[in-house]
């Protein structure tokens, strides 16, 4: 089984600011990594995949990077709609999904 | 507009079943792989079962293997999720999703509740 990590648990920013989350996995899972942001009362909603392309409608402030077992989603300038949760999940092997989550709020 | 629309939840007792239904529109259903996630109150995402588009290839958590049955009907354009021996544990908002490359479309969720 593949275990995906998510640090930091939760990350405090101030709008117009960098945010950097992380994820990792337990082993390889090349680029068959996938982000997510969910909002409360809301269905998740796909970022980027292939760790590094952006879903269709996502802004450009978002950006994936990383393989193997390291990757990152940057948000590079936060905007008040981006306070959220943010899940990265890998498709390598579809006998495990999701990290714990990321929850970014306002500083 | 490509749309999933999931049904079927409800209050359900321990060791209870239901049966959940994904219903798909504005994409060729029959070519995607399909996903149930589901999330229990106030925790994360957690991902149940997987379903390839023609149904040959299915897989399970291995928290509900051997309780829940995914199926579809590529000609209904629907996924379905059988859910048997429930306990309380899968108490849970069930989602649908397609799943071409990680998961792109989501429904809106539907809620079971297993409790006596």
């Known amino acids: 089984e593949i275990v995906m990590t998510q640090s930091p648990a939760t990350l405090s920013v101030s709008p117009g600011e960098r945010a950097t989350l992380s994820c990792r996995a337990s082993q390889s899972v090349s680029s068959n990594l996938a982000w997510y942001q969910q909002k409360p009362g809301q269905a998740p909603r796909l970022l980027i995949y292939?760790?590094?392309t952006r879903a269709t409608g996502i802004p450009a402030r978002f950006s994936g990077s990383g393989s193997g077992t390291e990757f990152t989603l940057t948000i590079s300038s936060l905007q008040s709609e981006d306070f959220a949760v943010y899940y990265c999940q890998q498709y390598n092997n579809w006998l495990s999904g999701f990290g714990p989550g990321t929850k970014v709020d306002i500083k | 507009q490509v749309q999933l629309v999931e049904s079927g939840g409800g209050l359900v007792k321990p060791g209870g079943s239901l049966r959940l239904s994904c219903a798909a529109s504005g994409f060729t259903f029959s070519d995607y792989y399909m996903s149930w996630i589901r999330q229990a109150p106030g925790k994360g995402l957690e991902w149940v079962s997987y379903?390839?588009?023609?149904?040959?290839?299915?897989y399970y958590a291995d928290s509900v293997k051997g309780r829940f049955t995914i199926s579809r009907d590529n000609a209904k354009n629907s996924l379905y999720l059988q859910m048997n021996s429930l306990r309380a544990e899968d108490t849970a908002v069930y989602y649908c999703a397609r799943s071409p490359h990680g998961m792109d479309v989501w429904g809106q969720g539907t809620t079971v509740t297993v409790s006596s």
């Open positions: 292939g760790a590094s």
């Open positions: 379903i390839s588009s023609s149904g040959s290839t299915i």
